[in-house]
């Protein structure tokens, strides 16, 4: 779109609302584009979108400054990371109630000044401390690549990562991760708190499991394949940099700390103990459902990665 500007800006500020301007302005600040803007409200003159670009950069003056001196200061550390030799950052698919949490605290531990919580509250989910930058669950900011330790929950198949990415991953026994997420949210749902997967529990851990979509019931298969393919989850895991089991935690952290030449501390995240009622039929019931991963879990073992 080519814009020419015809009008004085104080001549176009009045003939908008107030409240257009605003949500034009917050449009053009989250990224949408003037082509986009044009087409969604289809009234809207050039000039009239030029003056909201002019309204939305005058209202975020100090974000703009502030972000344009972080881009700055993230360029000059980013261009100092050589990991392992040859890698520029790491990456975790972090796949729920394996143990990531405490492998996430061993990373950020190598920082003295940062707390999982400041980078889960920042609005960019991104804390710099100490030359080391932590980046969470932002698509784009982590497909971008400016981190040294960068993790979320999303499926592999949705990322795409910059070249010179280490990858890791941690399994653990399907049966047992389901009971461990069932317990922790029993124990959340007794201290009255939120929880996204509280709508699942139902009134027993039979009703638990048979109400996760298929997805959420094996995210491990899933994680590494859109459409639950053994074959592929399997060709995909063995060739990320490194993965273990929880089972094997500490092997696996040592070997991992082996092969980034960085002494990465053990910290085990404790849970407050919860102890409901699972019946060892619903446990057997619920291996049965799981049998895609522990076959794509049988070729692993038997897989000789080290």
């Not at 001196?69 to 000059?76: G, L, P, V």
């Not at 026994?173 to 139902?202: A, C």
């Not at 639950?228 to 940099?241: C, K």
């Not at 500490?250 to 995240?269: A, M, T, V, W």
Request: hydrophobic share 35%.
């Amino acid at each position: 779109m080519n814009f020419k500007r015809n009008k004085d800006i104080r001549d176009i500020k009045n003939e908008l609302p107030e409240n257009l301007i605003h949500n034009i302005s917050a449009m053009i600040f989250a990224g949408f584009s003037p082509d986009y803007l044009k087409h969604f409200f289809l009234n809207i003159s050039s000039d009239q979108i030029l003056y909201c670009i002019y309204s939305s950069l005058m209202s975020k003056q100090d974000e703009i400054l502030e972000l344009l001196k972080e881009s700055n200061e993230i360029f000059n550390i980013c261009s100092q990371y050589c990991i392992a030799n040859n890698y520029k950052r790491i990456y975790f698919y972090h796949i729920q109630k394996t143990g990531g949490s405490s492998l996430l605290r061993s990373f950020v531990n190598l920082s003295t000044n940062v707390q999982i919580r400041k980078i889960t509250r920042h609005p960019r989910k991104r804390i710099i401390s100490n030359g080391y930058i932590y980046q969470g669950w932002v698509l784009p900011l982590l497909e971008k690549g400016d981190y040294f330790f960068g993790y979320s929950h999303l499926p592999a198949h949705s990322l795409r990562l910059p070249d010179k990415t280490f990858k890791i991953t941690i399994l653990r026994d399907p049966v047992k991760r389901i009971v461990s997420q069932y317990k922790e949210l029993y124990q959340i749902k007794q201290e009255g708190l939120q929880n996204y997967f509280l709508k699942y529990m139902g009134n027993s851990f039979r009703d638990f499991f048979l109400s996760l979509p298929e997805h959420k019931l094996m995210s491990q298969l899933y994680m590494f394949s859109p459409v639950m393919n053994i074959h592929e989850a399997f060709d995909n895991i063995v060739s990320l940099n490194h993965y273990f089991f929880t089972e094997e935690y500490q092997i696996g952290l040592d070997r991992l700390s082996q092969k980034l030449k960085i002494d990465l501390p053990y910290i085990h995240e404790r849970k407050a103990p919860s102890n409901p009622d699972i019946l060892e039929s619903e446990i057997d019931e619920l291996r049965e459902k799981l049998y895609l991963e522990y076959i794509l879990f049988d070729k692993l073992f038997n897989y000789s990665k080290f």
